[in-house]
């Protein structure tokens, strides 16, 4: 059973960055599509990012297109997302997710249990 953990969450002025990383233990996610998502307060669970099994493929969501870069390092398990030019409206509980096929926010076989990244005004 792959289990994924994210960190690297937490506070920061607005305009700055952080870098959260998704670390899977359990199994291999080397063949897996992986993802990003992020669910605020009252919200409903959005998408941010994904990237294909091997890296050659990335898609974002419109708000964060410029500012936000999914990557992948499959022999160390583990999927990034450098977060650049942090708004307020960025704050949320940000979770990774992986699948056979391609991740979405209603397909994903497995969800880490998320980080939360607040950003200050």
């Known amino acids: 059973q792959v289990q994924l953990v994210e960190s690297g969450g937490g506070l920061v002025q607005a305009g700055g960055s952080l870098r959260l990383s998704c670390a899977a233990s359990?199994?291999?996610?080397?063949?897996?599509?992986m993802g990003w998502f992020r669910q605020a307060p009252g919200k409903e669970r959005e998408f941010v990012a994904r990237?294909?099994?091997?890296?050659?493929?990335?898609y974002y969501a419109d708000f964060v297109k410029g500012r936000f870069t999914i990557s992948r390092d499959n022999p160390k398990n583990t999927v990034y997302l450098q977060m650049n030019s942090l708004k307020p409206e960025d704050a949320a509980v940000y979770y990774c997710?992986?699948?056979?096929?391609?991740?979405?926010?209603?397909?994903?076989?497995?969800w880490g249990q998320g980080t939360q990244v607040t950003v200050s005004a």
């Open positions: 359990g199994g291999t996610v080397s063949g897996y599509s």
């Open positions: 990237i294909n099994w091997n890296g050659y493929s990335t």
């Open positions: 997710a992986a699948d056979r096929v391609q991740v979405t926010t209603r397909r994903a076989s497995y």
